[in-house]
């Protein structure tokens, strides 16, 4: 593929070609132990040994759920040296579901940490594919561990043979609009992927990547990999602890998720801190506001920098430039891929820089398609993937997000973005957190409300006045309650249908006044 060296046919060698290229250099670090390419590699053998014994027939769905923890490596890995496909679970999901995404896939074996082991028990009943279930870490009672699993394994096990578009990984949507949707993955896919990322976010043998993230995601697993680069995996949600740990190990990466960012960003303590070796700041998942990426690298004179993708895009499709970022945008597409605007309604081509619709996105990184349909379904005929997100090509082939197409709505037939309305409320001191979502009006069809986050002392009636005085009267919120926090999902993402459909049954805004259209109009 133009742009990118040759990849790995299956998934398990970029550990493999690591291992083989590095074997004494440090893959993982957690809580202060670190693991070998080539150690981390014979581990995933062994386990891969034994599960082939567990699942003998070849194509089997193998679950892996846990936090940060060397061991989820090992057993996504291991899925595929097995002749088997990995399915990613969140492990911050609760009982039901998990018990739909396991469902969904057809599991059939699970590695999961001992949080969710105790969930699966609630609801290992009505899970009659799920045959086997592996304890990552130490042991808590009778359960198999993965430590045992492999210490049983055969040691002349070789990998089960796999070509480049056979599925290697089962990636679940984030469920935001809905139940998750399962997304079949190639070895090709993924290791493409892997290359594309670590080619755009400057990682090489030399990166030390501190993983400030609450889960292990296999986009930050795999592109390491690829780049030979060490790991650090620190789940906790304390930034300043995690910058100490990034220059404790002399990162030179530090990813993290926005909310994480942006409270770094507003957290008095930033002053005293200091990032010694770190050289770029890396923000995925959502949208990172534009005052954290300048408050960030004002303060520690580093780039901030993010990028967008899909579970459907294996995942990423755009990356900032790392050293010279524009904040408020993901960037331009990573190498071999390909991305357009259409018209929401007529669905046309948009070639006008600027010109607002719907994303679409192809390249080989682009999913086979959604389990339960043949290969292309879930894709236009031609390869096109439908994003479902409203968003901008600027000139320089920046792409610059507006909204999930679900989450905008019409106010009097004026279109509004809720992300437009939250930062016009995030541009105000006194607000530190905000989510905009529509409510049904039974003049104007929707308008605005909102959930906020204020400093101590802030007023909400103050707050809206003064922002609502600078929108025009069809983007104005008309309805607010202040919270002590916004309610996320596990990978850090708002989930605004479900906080509207919560205070759209309670129906409290509907007593208000309209809103006149002359106002700030």
């Not at 100490?244 to 190990?249: G, I, Q």
């Not at 398609?369 to 901008?392: K, N, Q, V």
């Not at 409320?425 to 906020?452: I, K, N, Q, Y």
């Amino acid at each position: 593929m133009a742009g990118l060296p040759p990849v790995p046919v299956r998934v398990d060698a970029l550990l493999s070609e690591a291992a083989a290229a590095h074997p004494g250099r440090t893959a993982v670090i957690a809580e202060g132990r670190g693991i070998g390419f080539a150690a981390l590699d014979r581990k995933v053998t062994a386990v891969a040994s034994a599960l082939r014994e567990l699942l003998p027939e070849p194509g089997a769905v193998v679950a892996t759920a846990s936090v940060l923890h060397p061991d989820f490596a090992v057993a996504y890995y291991a899925a595929a040296r097995a002749g088997h496909v990995a399915a990613v679970v969140n492990p911050l999901m609760r009982e039901e579901a998990l018990l739909h995404v396991l469902t969904l896939s057809g599991a059939q074996a699970a590695f999961v940490d001992a949080t969710v082991y105790e969930r699966l028990a609630a609801v290992r009943d009505r899970l009659p594919s799920l045959r086997h279930i592996v304890l990552i870490g130490p042991a808590t009672g009778q359960e198999p561990t993965m430590d045992t699993l492999a210490a049983g394994a055969a040691t002349d096990f070789a990998p089960v043979p796999a070509a480049p578009d056979d599925v290697a990984v089962i990636q679940f949507t984030s469920g935001t609009t809905g139940l998750p949707k399962a997304v079949r993955l190639s070895h090709r896919n993924v290791t493409v992927n892997a290359a594309q990322i670590a080619a755009a976010h400057k990682l090489d043998g030399d990166a030390v990547a501190v993983n400030h993230l609450p889960t292990y995601h296999p986009m930050h697993l795999n592109s390491a990999f690829r780049a030979g680069a060490t790991q650090v995996l620190f789940a906790g949600p304390d930034p300043a602890e995690a910058v100490a740990a990034a220059n404790r190990y002399g990162a030179t990466h530090f990813y993290s998720l926005p909310v994480r960012l942006a409270r770094l960003a507003a957290d008095p303590s930033l002053e005293g801190l200091r990032l010694t070796t770190v050289k770029r700041i890396a923000s995925g998942g959502s949208g990172l506001p534009v005052a954290a990426a300048r408050r960030l690298t004002q303060r520690f004179g580093i780039p901030v920098f993010q990028g967008y993708g899909l579970a459907e895009t294996a995942p990423l499709t755009h990356s900032d430039d790392p050293d010279h970022p524009v904040h408020g945008s993901v960037g331009t597409p990573v190498a071999g891929t390909e991305c357009r605007v259409v018209d929401i309604d007529t669905r046309a081509v948009l070639t006008e820089p600027d010109a607002v619709g719907e994303i679409q996105l192809r390249g080989p990184q682009v999913m086979l398609g959604y389990l339960g349909g043949p290969d292309g379904t879930g894709l236009e005929p031609d390869g096109w993937f439908s994003t479902g997100d409203a968003g901008r090509v600027d000139a320089d082939g920046r792409l610059f997000l507006v909204d999930r197409l679900k989450d905008v709505f019409k106010c009097d037939n004026f279109l509004v973005a809720p992300s437009e309305v939250e930062s016009a409320l995030l541009g105000h001191a006194a607000v530190r957190e905000a989510v905009v979502f529509d409510l049904p009006d039974p003049f104007s069809t929707a308008v605005a409300g909102a959930l906020l986050v204020l400093r101590a002392g802030a007023s909400l009636e103050g707050v809206l006045e003064e922002v609502n005085s600078r929108l025009p009267y069809y983007q104005q919120v008309r309805y607010a309650e202040t919270v002590g926090t916004i309610p996320r999902s596990g990978n850090g993402k708002i989930q605004r249908r479900m906080l509207r459909d919560q205070l759209v049954e309670r129906g409290a805004w509907q007593s208000l006044p309209a809103v006149p259209e002359r106002a700030s109009a």
